[in-house]
């Protein structure tokens, strides 16, 4: 059973920076595609960043792209999320998921598993 913990998130003024943290354990990490997803109150859950087994290949939602990096580290089977110049839109729960698979995905449904989530808030 694989099971997610994220951390790292928490309250930042608009313009400042953060990074999430997601811990793997279970299955063999490196088998799983990584991804951070994000749904604020109200609206739908939508892909953040997402990141090849080997750490190589990354893609970006747009609404981030330029502000933020995902890399994984699968020596400490762990992926992460480094934010900057963030937004008061960027306010959100902030969710790591994973998938056995080798092409990355975007689509929330596609993941297998899912961590517990972590609140970032972006104060204006």
């Known amino acids: 059973q694989v099971q997610l913990a994220e951390s790292g998130g928490g309250l930042v003024p608009a313009g400042g920076s953060l990074r999430l943290s997601c811990t793997h354990s279970?299955?063999?990490?490196?088998?799983?595609?990584m991804a951070w997803f994000r749904q604020a109150p109200g609206r739908e859950r939508e892909f953040v960043a997402s990141v090849s087994r080997s750490g190589f290949d990354t893609s970006y939602a747009d609404s981030v792209k330029g502000r933020s990096t995902i890399s994984r580290d699968n020596a400490k089977n762990t992926v992460y999320l480094q934010m900057h110049n963030l937004k008061p839109e960027d306010t959100a729960v902030y969710y790591c998921?994973?998938?056995?698979?080798?092409?990355?995905?975007?689509?929330?449904?596609?993941?297998?598993?899912w961590g517990q989530g972590t609140q970032v808030t972006v104060s204006s």
């Open positions: 998921a994973a998938k056995d698979a080798v092409f990355l995905r975007t689509t929330p449904s596609e993941y297998e598993y």
């Open positions: 279970g299955r063999t990490f490196s088998v799983y595609i």
